[in-house]
C-alpha cells in the first residue's frame, strides 16, 4: 500500500471528504513557527475515530476510577486531536463535564498550563477518599507537577489501582526527562509505579493509538496486551499491590532520585530497567522501515516507524513517521525523533 509522510500533511489537504462535509480538523501541536499538520473529519470518519480510540483504551485503564486530564477541555482546544479523545473517554467512563475534570488552561498565545493548585486538590481529595484515581496529561504537564510538588515538598501515596497515562516526548524544549527519570518521580511524588504508568503514542494524522506494555508480563499472550492492571479485588491483587509499593518504597528510601539526576539500581521495579514495548490495536500495523534500504528491518533492529491504520477513514491509511522505533515482535520500543525532523507533539503546548 502506498503511504503518506506526515510532513504532507502540512502542505496537502488529503481527505477524501468534500468542504461541506468538514466537520472537525486536527491539528499536530508544534511552535508557532511551525505549520500544523491538518487531518479533516466528517461525521462518520469522527465515529470510527471514537469508536477506534475507547475500544483500545478501556482495556488498557480502570474506567471506575475518577479521572483528571492535565490539558484544556475541548472549547479551549477545539483543534487538538488529544483534546478530543480525552473528551470521548470523560463521556464513556460517565462523567459530568465537572470543572475539575479538565485541570489544563489554553493561553492566548496557545500554551497550555496546569491548574496546579487544583491538581493538589484533587490528589489530596483522592487520597482521604480511598477512591483510586487515574490522572491523564503530556510528559511535560507531569514534570511541571512534579516540580510543583517537590517545592512544596508534598508526596502523595495514591490508592491502590491509581494510574497514570503520560503521551512522552520533551520535543528539545525547556527540561528534558528520560523516561525512567520520569517514572521514577512519578513512584515518588505520587505513589503509581510499575504497570500503572502507561504511555500512549499517537498523532494529529491517526485515528488509532497505541499503548506500551512491559514484555515480560506473563498475562501477555504475545499477540495483544494484557487488558490492564488486576482489578481490586481478585484474588492476588491485594498481595501485587504490596509488592509494588514495596518496591516503590525501596527506591524512594535508597534515595534513587537526586535532584535531575537518576542513580542505576538493581532493585529498580521491572517498568523502569526494562522497554516498554508498544502495540497498536489489531486494526493497525506497525512496521519498522530501513531509510537505507525502504524495506522493513529485522527483529531488535532501528528504523522508521510506518503505521498502516484501517481506522483512518476519509483519509490517508498509510502514515509514514518520523519516529524511530525498535522493531519488538508484533510491537515496537520508541526511541524518539529522527535527527533533523522537526519537533512536534502535545508536550509542545507546555513548554
Request: charged share 20%; glycine share 8%; proline share 6%.
Amino acid at each position: 500500500m502506498p503511504f503518506v509522510p506526515t510532513s504532507a500533511f502540512k502542505e496537502l489537504e488529503l481527505s477524501c471528504l468534500a468542504l461541506a462535509e468538514r466537520t472537525a480538523v486536527f491539528h499536530s501541536s508544534g511552535t508557532t513557527e511551525q505549520k500544523p499538520s491538518r487531518h479533516f473529519h466528517g461525521a462518520e470518519s469522527l465515529a470510527v475515530y471514537e469508536a477506534s480510540l475507547w475500544s483500545w483504551f478501556a482495556p488498557h485503564f480502570r474506567v471506575a476510577n475518577r479521572f483528571i486530564f492535565l490539558t484544556p477541555d475541548m472549547a479551549a482546544a477545539p483543534r487538538s486531536s488529544l483534546v478530543h479523545m480525552f473528551e470521548i473517554v470523560r463521556q464513556n467512563i460517565g462523567g459530568s463535564p465537572a470543572a475539575d475534570a479538565f485541570l489544563g488552561r489554553a493561553g492566548t498565545d496557545g500554551v497550555w498550563t496546569v491548574e496546579l493548585s487544583a491538581v493538589q486538590q484533587a490528589l489530596q481529595s483522592a487520597v482521604a477518599s480511598g477512591r483510586p484515581l487515574t490522572l491523564l496529561g503530556t510528559a511535560f504537564s507531569f514534570v511541571h507537577l512534579l516540580d510543583f510538588l517537590a517545592e512544596k515538598t508534598l508526596r502523595f501515596d495514591l490508592p491502590a489501582g491509581s494510574q497514570v497515562m503520560e503521551t512522552g516526548g520533551y520535543k528539545n524544549r525547556s527540561r528534558v526527562l528520560s523516561k525512567a527519570e520520569l517514572h521514577t518521580l512519578i513512584a515518588e511524588k505520587l505513589g503509581v509505579g510499575g504497570e500503572n504508568i502507561i504511555c500512549e503514542y499517537g498523532m494529529s494524522e491517526l485515528s488509532s493509538q497505541a499503548y506500551d506494555s512491559l514484555p515480560m508480563n506473563p498475562r501477555m499472550d504475545g499477540r495483544a496486551p494484557h487488558p490492564g492492571p488486576l482489578p481490586i479485588g481478585s484474588a492476588d491483587s491485594a498481595d501485587a499491590e504490596r509488592e509494588k509499593r514495596s518496591q516503590r518504597l525501596d527506591v524512594v528510601e535508597r534515595g534513587v532520585v537526586q535532584g535531575s539526576n537518576v542513580r542505576t539500581f538493581n532493585h529498580l521495579p521491572s517498568s523502569i530497567l526494562h522497554p516498554r514495548i508498544f502495540r497498536f490495536p489489531p486494526w493497525v500495523r506497525a512496521q519498522m522501515m530501513s531509510p537505507e534500504t525502504g524495506r522493513e528491518v529485522a527483529d531488535g533492529e532501528t528504523g522508521l516507524i510506518r503505521i498502516f491504520d484501517l481506522a483512518n477513514v476519509f483519509s490517508v491509511a498509510v502514515i509514514q513517521t518520523e519516529d524511530l522505533g525498535i522493531r519488538r515482535g508484533d510491537g515496537f520500543e520508541l526511541i524518539g525523533r529522527a535527527q533533523l525532523a522537526e519537533p512536534r507533539g502535545c508536550s509542545l503546548m507546555t513548554a
